[in-house]
């Protein structure tokens, strides 16, 4: 990958030991792409997870059509705007992130990387950003500036392309097809990749981070026919998107304290909450196999301290 010769491609695949996977008889892994990138390297928290996956072959496209500026759109915390912005400062892209809501000084902490990392930052209302048209937005830009257009939350045929070889990957590390993938959603398009780079006995379970049954369709419309089964596990949203309990943090302090693996509480923290609360039920069988995926999001932690004390 000659675009990209400084960033450490495989992340570790790691076997957990933990109570709730010893009384359940469940093998349990955790693919940790929060580490796929080198911890030397300073975007290293706003780059690693699903973020690297996404963007990949979006940032060789965007080099092979002679774009030189990355537009794209999201919340004021969102992993998804701090990921573009590094990928911007590390490939020598310009960035404009369109920001859904109104400007507030000082700028949180997602924000104030975005910007140091020379994202362009632009405020539209809420109303808006859900009417926004990329292509006009891109008329704005600087003389002799191409666009390419990132959707919100980075999904498309590209991303997709990304994720589909963290199934892959997980694979070769096993050396088999594990039983169960896990993974958290919020466009779901990481969930498509990998059920499209399972293959049969693997199961994949998607633990929206948001309420509601939408991404059902969401992620269908990326699969084709046939594909490996694949659930969407609805009860660990905690109220929604960046909703959270005590209960879940706590959950995600005791696990840290026990694997020392640091999760965010708007993706991963929710996943593995669900994933080890379902194992405690039964809903994985005895014997089996069961990967979660880590999928970073840990730039999102001093956003979330910041807002939530
Ligand atoms: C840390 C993290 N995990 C999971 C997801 C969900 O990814 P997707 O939008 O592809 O479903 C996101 C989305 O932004 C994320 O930031």
Request: with cysteine; aromatic share 10%; hydrophobic share 40%.
């Amino acid at each position: 990958m000659s675009y990209f010769p400084r960033l450490n491609q495989v992340s570790p695949l790691q076997p957990l030991r933990h109570p709730s996977a010893d009384a359940a008889g469940v093998n349990l892994w955790i693919k940790r792409d929060d580490q796929l990138l080198l911890p030397k390297d300073a975007v290293f928290p706003a780059f690693c997870g699903n973020k690297w996956r996404k963007l990949r072959y979006n940032l060789e496209e965007a080099r092979e059509k002679q774009k030189n500026h990355l537009l794209t759109f999201g919340g004021a915390y969102s992993n998804h705007i701090a990921a573009v912005a590094a990928a911007g400062s590390l490939f020598k892209f310009r960035t404009t992130g369109i920001i859904r809501g109104e400007a507030h000084e000082p700028l949180n902490p997602t924000l104030a990387f975005a910007k140091k990392s020379g994202m362009r930052l632009e405020y539209i209302s809420r109303s808006a950003f859900r009417q926004k048209d990329p292509v006009a937005l891109a008329q704005s830009f600087p003389d002799g500036d191409t666009a390419y257009i990132l959707p919100d939350g980075g999904t498309n045929a590209a991303a997709i392309r990304g994720c589909r070889e963290l199934s892959e990957e997980i694979h070769d590390q096993l050396g088999f097809a594990p039983d169960h993938l896990c993974v958290s959603a919020g466009t779901g398009g990481t969930a498509a990749g990998l059920i499209l780079g399972s293959e049969p006995p693997t199961q994949v379970h998607v633990y929206p981070a948001l309420k509601g049954d939408f991404l059902r369709q969401e992620i269908q419309r990326w699969l084709p026919e046939s594909t490996v089964p694949w659930h969407l596990v609805t009860d660990y949203h905690f109220g929604g998107y960046a909703k959270w309990s005590e209960n879940l943090l706590e959950h995600m302090d005791r696990f840290r304290r026990s694997t020392g693996i640091l999760l965010d509480p708007i993706y991963t923290g929710k996943l593995v909450f669900g994933v080890l609360a379902d194992m405690e039920r039964g809903y994985f069988p005895r014997g089996s196999s069961v990967v979660m995926v880590h999928t970073g999001g840990l730039q999102g932690l001093a956003g979330f301290r910041e807002r939530f004390s």
